[in-house]
């Protein structure tokens, strides 16, 4: 009834006629409603296991994206003979593999730092050359599975010289 008035309340054009379906109709809806019920409401909760499994698996996969990210760096430290240009090519394929399964390696060295980004600071060091705080260092790289970081980078950050810092300085 109090459908009915909803309707008869609104003018003739914005009212909407009752849906009108046939038995046919009517007992694939009551199939369908039975379906669902059948369905549980909820997803069953994952097990401890399985986290603490997974905590293992994105730890050992940081780990192995940060030492392949030592291994290229060195190797570019190294020089261009014909043995490092082949490595080279093997870590990059390894590189390749890992970004295309969904991780990522961040460096950080050269860019603008500040106190709120997701990066652990071992060492400011103050620098007359730099006008901002600069990450100088990556002592370990962000890593990134799925865009969720499973290891957060430590850097080194220069920082400016200014007069607070050389008064601090002198009473030291």
Same mark, same amino acid.
């Given at each position: ?23 046919? $109709?009517?007992?694939?809806? #009551? !199939? ?8 549980? %409401?909820? /997803?069953? @909760?994952?097990? *401890? ?27 570019? $430290?190294?020089?261009?003979? #014909? !043995? ?8 990059? %394929?390894? /590189?390749? @593999?890992?970004? *295309? ?72």
């Amino acid at each position: 009834m109090r459908a009915w008035f909803r309707q008869w309340r609104q003018h003739r054009e914005i009212r909407i006629a009752s849906p009108t379906f046939t038995e046919e $109709q009517c007992r694939e809806l #009551a !199939e369908l409603v039975s379906l669902l019920d059948r369905v549980p %409401a909820e /997803a069953p @909760a994952p097990e *401890a296991d399985t986290n603490a499994s997974a905590a293992a698996d994105t730890k050992a996969l940081a780990e192995a994206a940060t030492s392949l990210w030592r291994a290229q760096r060195k190797l570019t $430290q190294a020089g261009r003979s #014909a !043995e490092n240009r082949q490595t080279g090519r093997y870590l990059r %394929a390894c /590189a390749e @593999a890992l970004a *295309a399964a969904g991780l990522a390696v961040q460096e950080h060295d050269g860019t603008a730092f500040n106190a709120g980004r997701a990066l652990d600071v071992l060492v400011y060091q103050d620098d007359p050359g730099v006008s901002e705080e600069t990450i100088v260092e990556t002592v370990r790289p962000s890593v990134y599975y799925h865009d969720q970081q499973i290891q957060r980078g430590e850097v080194i950050v220069a920082r400016p010289v200014t007069e607070f810092t050389k008064e601090s300085e002198e009473y030291a």
